[in-house]
């Protein structure tokens, strides 16, 4: 069980929440709710005056805030998460524990990503009340800019898979970071090299298959949506099978490479 | 308990530690002395199963720290010489922490944690955060944290470096009741006083070479070369000189204002007869002892002051 392990249950809990006091946990949990009902508050309040050009497709855009930003920030969560305690000098101790090389990982791993949940949360009003705006307005403009084309009665589809897929790739670039960091003994070199490899490769990689898939394989395949959407499915899917296996099977090998460098 | 057989690590072109064994029965207090850069961090690090010997073999307890990491990883308890802590949490959920990643069962942790808190003296220190230790309590702590588990053997890498000569002391009555409760200690340090009272055993390493191991005693005889006497007399220093420079087996002596330094060239020498002998030549002795070596002495003559 991930809430058993340790490095888990010490990581995915915040220094400035672990030393908050009941009143400022309440006021930031208040923030928090505040923040994350705000967008959604003014939709309601000003519903009969949006419009489909401005404030609605501003508003949508939200919506996609977890399909980008979640991949976008990955790295930057999970880079440090070994490289940082090689720098402070916790390293060894920890692998010197009784832990094993995957609690190691998924404990780093789970709990770095631990703020995407928290990302993700205030956009889900976000998106439920702009699926009852679809039904009034049709499907936002940018969004079948993005997905090739689909009917409204679809929009709740693709939305959630735009989601669904998003925390996939993050997670798979997650993963990258984390191996990066296994293998680095700075956390700067670290997040640069996870933001190189991780962004970089995702883009090139998806872009590749993506034509592959379009113009080359199955050029006839409808609707293009599930073309566009394929590549980082199999990225995302792919990535994580490919690394969680190396790193756990040459986890002290590779450790001891940095250690012995 | 720890064997080290004819160990070599190298750094791409540089060798940290070349040939090196030595021995450990369970019980043995192992004093690494070295030079800054000598090779006992190197060592210590092998046998914690964190660096992989280029050549060479060790074994904890007969396991060997390259095949049975996980075997041995449980018998050992590491404290390097630079370490870090967790800031951002109380000192028993640091401890807490690392008796759960020692898999020590939930319902033995408190009692364990209290213990442990209790041996290093960090009881009143249990509810603070850690970044507010200082120095010397943070060493505490970390010891504390490598006896979670209850370690057979100690690998303690410049335990008392950096600290304050209270907090040394303390460290180092730490590390005494460590070896009364009956652990094996393989301890490094290049500071010789805080070895040498808890010590049974030595080892001098420079340039990666172990160039003295064995027991204290034995060493300190060795390299003193046989017994020295230390005689102050009131007057006559002169004729003193010349009926010591007769005897049997003497090596040198030394006048410096109204004392003498006699050094023999063997330990067979009754310190009586040399006493009767000044006494019955009518010199008025005001002391009389034996030179007394220290691990300082034995460090500066085996060593040439050279680092790898």
């Known amino acids: 069980m991930i809430s058993d392990n340790p490095i888990f249950r010490r990581e995915s ?54 399909t980008f930003l979640c991949p976008a920030i990955a790295p930057a969560l999970v880079a440090g998460a070994i490289s940082s305690e090689r720098e402070q000098k916790c390293w060894d101790l920890m692998v010197l524990s009784r832990l094993t090389p995957a609690e190691i990982i998924w404990g ?13 949360i205030p956009f889900i009003p976000v998106g439920i009340t702009l699926l009852i705006l679809s039904e009034r307005m049709g499907p936002p403009g940018h969004m079948t800019g993005t997905w090739g084309g689909f009917d409204s009665g679809d929009y709740a589809l693709w939305m959630i898979l735009g989601w669904m897929t998003g925390l ?26 996870a933001y190189g490899v991780a962004i970089g490769a995702y883009i090139l990689i998806t872009m590749v298959i993506g034509m592959l ?30 690394f969680l296996t190396i790193m756990q099977r040459r986890f002290y090998r590779l450790d001891a490479r940095v250690r012995a460098a | 308990m720890l064997t080290i057989e004819h160990l070599r ?3 791409g072109n540089l060798t940290a ?17 070295g030079p800054n850069g000598a090779g006992k961090t190197t060592t210590i690090k092998v046998c914690a199963t964190l660096l992989e010997p280029t050549q060479g073999k060790v074994y904890v307890e007969g396991f060997d720290v390259t095949k049975k990491t996980n075997e041995v990883r449980g018998m050992i308890g590491y404290m390097p010489d630079f370490f870090g802590v967790y800031d951002d949490i109380m000192v028993w959920e640091y401890l807490d922490f690392f008796a759960a990643a020692y898999k020590i069962p939930r319902e033995r942790r408190q009692t364990i944690i209290d213990d442990v808190l209790e041996l290093t003296d960090l009881t009143g220190k249990r509810d603070i955060y850690v970044e507010a230790l200082s120095r010397g309590m943070k060493q ?12 057979k053997v100690l690998l303690l890498d410049e335990p008392a470096s950096g600290l304050d000569p209270r907090a040394r002391v303390e460290i180092k009555e730490l590390l005494k009741e460590l070896k009364t409760m009956g652990k094996t200690i393989l301890v ?5 006083p805080e070895l040498a009272d808890f010590c049974n055993k030595i080892g001098i390493i420079e340039q990666g070479e172990l160039i003295v191991s064995g027991d204290v005693g034995e060493i300190m005889r060795k390299v003193q070369g046989g017994k020295g006497l230390q005689i102050t007399l009131l007057a006559d220093v002169e004729k003193a000189v010349a009926l010591l420079s007769q005897l049997p087996k003497v090596k040198s002596v030394e006048q410096d204002n109204l004392c003498v330094c006699v050094q023999f060239s063997t330990d067979e020498v009754e310190n009586s007869e040399v006493l009767q002998l000044l006494i019955k030549n009518g010199l008025q002795v005001q002391s009389f002892s034996e030179t007394q070596v220290d691990l300082e002495d034995i460090f500066m003559k085996v060593t040439r002051g050279v680092v790898s």
């Open chain 1, 213 to 242: 898939l379009m113009f080359f394989m199955i050029p006839t395949f409808e609707p293009m949506t599930i073309l566009s959407i394929t590549p980082s499915l199999l990225w995302g899917v792919t990535i994580p099978a490919v």
């Open chain 2, 17 to 33: 530690v070349k040939d090196l064994s030595l021995h450990l029965e369970k019980g043995d207090v192992y004093g690494f002395i």
């Open chain 2, 9 to 11: 690590k190298d750094y």
């Open chain 1, 13 to 66: 809990i915040p220094r400035f929440w672990r030393r908050a006091s009941f009143f400022a946990r309440t006021g930031l949990v208040s923030i928090y709710i505040a923040l994350a009902i705000l967008p959604t508050a003014l939709v309601l309040t000003f519903w009969e005056e949006i419009d489909s050009t401005g404030a609605y497709l501003l508003f949508s855009f939200l919506s996609h805030w977890p």
């Open chain 2, 188 to 192: 490094s340090s290049h500071i010789l």
């Open chain 1, 108 to 120: 780093k791993l789970l709990s770095r990503l631990m703020p995407l949940v928290w990302v993700t």
């Open chain 1, 168 to 193: 996939l790739v993050a997670f798979a670039n997650g993963v990258i970071a984390l191996y990066i960091s296994l293998r680095c003994s700075s956390t700067r070199s670290a997040l640069l090299i």
């Open chain 2, 140 to 151: 505490r702590l970390c010891l504390a944290k490598t006896l979670l588990h209850d370690p």
